[in-house]
């Protein structure tokens, strides 16, 4: 067990382009979460999934993010037609079911710039 | 709704001074409470936390947190600062039960040890 792996690290990419971001979890947990954290803030909550159900979607996460976890393991966040107020820290956490936060364990991140 | 708010955005202090660093909650349910720390270009790394039971608790790196109702009120001190202190700190709460370990983060506080 090697915690939570997001991949890349970094992203630089060019306004309009499409990203998508890759997050591996604990194995044994079977919730992930998605944050956003811009600048000078704290992270913001985007969404969460139990196994591969998406059970909350912030009202940040606009439809050009979507967010799957097709096989209950390994999550995907996609941005279509990346926008400059989309560069950002994007993280990534697990914890297994049940808690309240104790649990939840982070990945080191992806930086998105947007150029 | 919970959250957070931390107070002062940036804490400079001498190293081997005392660092104290503000976060009131907010919460219609008995909080969850946590501090994270984040290096720069990394993720968060917990500190410490605060679930029931003893309002004193002990973290990593020497820091500790008191966890006062009356106040609503969870600062974070260390009694002598370290230059290896310098990053950023954020207090976070975790919504009630059936939250679903989701995190609400305060918007952090920038620590600055000076020789």
């Known amino acids: 067990d090697t915690g939570v792996s997001q991949d890349p690290r970094h992203k630089i990419t060019k306004r309009g382009q499409n990203v998508t971001f890759r997050c591996d979890p604990i194995?044994?947990?079977?919730?992930l979460y998605w944050y956003r954290q811009t600048l000078g803030q704290g992270p913001e909550f985007l969404t969460y999934?139990?196994?591969?159900?998406?059970?909350?979607k912030s009202r940040l996460l606009s439809d050009r993010f979507s967010a799957e976890r097709p096989k209950g393991s390994f999550s995907t966040l996609e941005i279509q037609r990346t926008e400059q107020g989309d560069s950002a820290m994007y993280l990534c956490?697990?914890?297994?079911?049940?808690?309240?936060?104790?649990?939840?364990?982070f990945g080191s991140g992806t930086q998105l710039s947007v150029l | 709704a919970q959250s957070v708010t931390q107070l002062g955005s940036h804490v400079s202090v001498s190293e081997g001074a005392l660092v104290l660093l503000r976060c009131n909650y907010s919460?219609?349910?008995?909080?969850?409470l946590f501090w994270y720390v984040q290096y720069p270009n990394q993720g968060l790394q917990l500190l410490l936390k605060?679930?029931?039971?003893?309002?004193l608790v002990k973290g990593i790196n020497g820091f500790e947190a008191e966890f006062k109702k009356s106040e609503t009120s969870f600062h974070l001190t260390k009694p002598s600062a370290h230059m290896s202190d310098a990053a950023e700190y954020f207090c976070?709460?975790?919504?009630?039960?059936?939250?679903?370990?989701?995190?609400?983060f305060g918007t952090g506080t920038q620590l600055k040890v000076e020789l």
């Open positions: 976070a709460v975790c919504r009630g039960a059936g939250g679903g370990n989701k995190l609400t």
């Open positions: 956490a697990s914890s297994p079911e049940g808690g309240r936060g104790e649990k939840l364990f």
């Open positions: 194995s044994e947990h079977n919730r």
């Open positions: 919460s219609s349910v008995p909080p969850y």
């Open positions: 999934f139990q196994n591969e159900a998406q059970l909350e």
């Open positions: 605060y679930t029931t039971g003893a309002t």
